[in-house]
């Protein structure tokens, strides 16, 4: 079990960095906590807003307009695309000053940005896929595909619900 918080200090900031896993995992989101009080439904319209410049299916777009709560923001690659994915970051650390050839995919150093992800396509021919994941959905993660995930603003998984919805579906 994991529990996953957002940040709105760091909207930009990833919950969890690109990374691989051994072996296939499927991730649930059991609950999803909704912004309340002041600014509250300008923080929902930002976040539908931003979501749907993605190039997501009409299912998802239908859901976020139908007032659907996203929970999470996947992005997903091929395992196949593992060695571009780290060629490409090993490069925009050189450019950082970074030095070292440590895996920075196996080392969960880095997020892959719009701005990356845009670069990664033009210049190593990678693309992910982004998929938003509302609550109750369950998202499959193959093994050795690397894939990030980001709860933006307002998407929080509430701890102590989550602690008790886990138990009941794992047990």
């Known amino acids: 079990m994991y529990a996953a918080y957002s940040s709105s200090t760091h909207p930009e900031s990833a919950t969890t960095n690109l990374h691989v896993d051994i072996s296939d995992a499927i991730n649930v989101i ?23 410049k993605l190039n997501l299916d009409t299912v998802v777009l239908t859901r976020l307009r139908l007032g659907e709560t996203p929970g999470a ?16 970051l090993l490069k925009v650390r050189r450019e950082r ?23 990664l396509l033009l210049e190593h021919n990678v693309v992910g896929m982004d998929i938003v994941q509302f609550e109750g959905d369950g998202i499959f993660i193959p093994a050795s595909a690397p894939h990030q995930v980001c709860y933006t603003s307002y998407m929080e998984i509430a701890a102590e619900k989550c602690v008790i919805m886990s138990l009941r579906v794992s047990y």
Do not use: M, N
């Open 97 to 119: 000053g970074i030095e070292g050839d440590e895996d920075p995919v196996h080392c969960q150093t880095e997020y892959l940005t719009v701005d990356l992800r845009k670069r």
């Open 30 to 52: 059991v609950y999803v906590g909704r912004p309340f009080g002041e600014g509250a439904k300008e923080t929902v319209k930002a976040v539908s807003d931003a979501l749907e």
């Open 73 to 88: 923001l996947w992005q997903i690659y091929r395992p196949e695309d593992s060695s571009e994915i780290k060629k490409f």
